[in-house]
């Protein structure tokens, strides 16, 4: 049974709607599935205006009751200083702190706007007189720098991520940090190895993908997520060959149905796997008809009298 809002009023879910939607060419809003902490639950049931059941965790809502800056929508990677690149998420996600304050199908009275907390007024404070200080006095101090991300830290705190599946594993050694990946053969197919500098080497089907810097624990967890997200490639053949060109992993599309053949090769493999069935096709069969023609020929010369 598919899932559906929890608001009342709302359509998100419902064939009819959904079908709707197919017919504009609109993708159907995202569901985000309720907290399951009580305390986030309580503060859920008293914005959502339904009386006849309470929201539990195996509940939906659906994006149209939530402000656009409560959904996550694309992580963030900082590759150098000042330069961040943004990668949308295949599967948008809410903040800890979102809670659904518009029902638009419902009255006004019951949509809360969340009012942005004006800038704090400046205000003028009465100048101190400084005293002055001998110059012949001389003043000892120490730079604080502020402590940076680096490979050391990145050792530590590796074990403690939240990683994205049952099937993904974290093994550390001294200089060494591993996160591997597990398919349903239980074959590696997924590795990320960090050893003297925060710069992943990533090999997804054994092809290495490159991917920028590490420069925060924030920055670690996005990594895995994303990677988590690549589908590998199975290669050009159906024993997994991989071509030269292979780029190792083929990106989920979700705006297809659930019912619709998912891509599991990537672009240069699906390529070369047509020119191969192409060439099979069109491979002309001349020993066959040479083999059974001179069978034929055989059988004439040891017995004339048969045709």
């Known amino acids: 049974m598919p899932n559906k809002c929890f608001v009342p009023g709302c359509k998100t879910g419902y064939a009819s709607y959904n079908k709707k939607l197919k017919v504009e060419n609109k993708k159907p809003p995202i569901l985000f599935r309720a907290p399951k902490d009580n ?16 929201l539990s965790e195996k509940d939906y809502v659906c994006e149209l009751h939530f402000e656009a800056t409560s959904i996550i929508k694309y992580d963030e990677f900082n590759i150098t200083e000042g330069v961040v690149e943004k990668l949308e998420r295949t599967t948008p996600m809410l903040k800890t702190d979102a809670v659904p304050t518009i029902f638009p199908g419902l009255p006004k009275y019951l949509t809360t706007t969340i009012k942005k907390r004006p800038a704090p007024k400046l205000r003028l404070i009465n100048p101190i007189k400084k005293e002055k200080i001998d110059e012949n006095i001389v003043l000892d ?29 974290i093994h550390t050694s001294p200089g060494k940090t591993i996160l591997a990946h597990l398919n349903l053969k239980l074959e590696c197919d997924k590795t990320i190895v960090f050893t ?7 090999h997804i089907s054994k092809k290495l993908v490159e991917f920028p810097e590490i420069k925060c624990n924030l920055d670690l967890q996005k990594l895995v997520r994303t990677i988590d997200e690549l589908i590998p490639c199975t290669g050009y053949t159906e024993n997994g060959f991989l071509s030269s060109e292979c780029i190792g992993y083929v990106k989920q599309d979700l705006s297809l149905a659930k019912n619709s053949k998912r891509k599991i090769r990537c672009i240069n493999c699906s390529e070369l796997r047509r020119k191969n069935q192409r060439k099979y096709k069109k491979k002309p069969r001349v020993k066959v008809i040479a083999s059974k023609l001179k069978i034929k020929s055989d059988l004439h010369r040891k017995l004339p009298h048969c045709k």
Do not use: F
């Open 39 to 54: 305390q986030s639950l309580e503060v859920w049931n008293k914005h959502i205006p339904r009386d006849d059941k309470l």
């Open 141 to 169: 101090y120490e730079e604080k720098s502020e402590t940076e991300y680096n490979i050391r830290i990145l050792h530590q705190e590796a074990s403690t991520i939240p990683l994205p599946g049952t099937m993904w594993g």
């Open 196 to 202: 003297d500098n925060c710069i992943p080497i990533v």
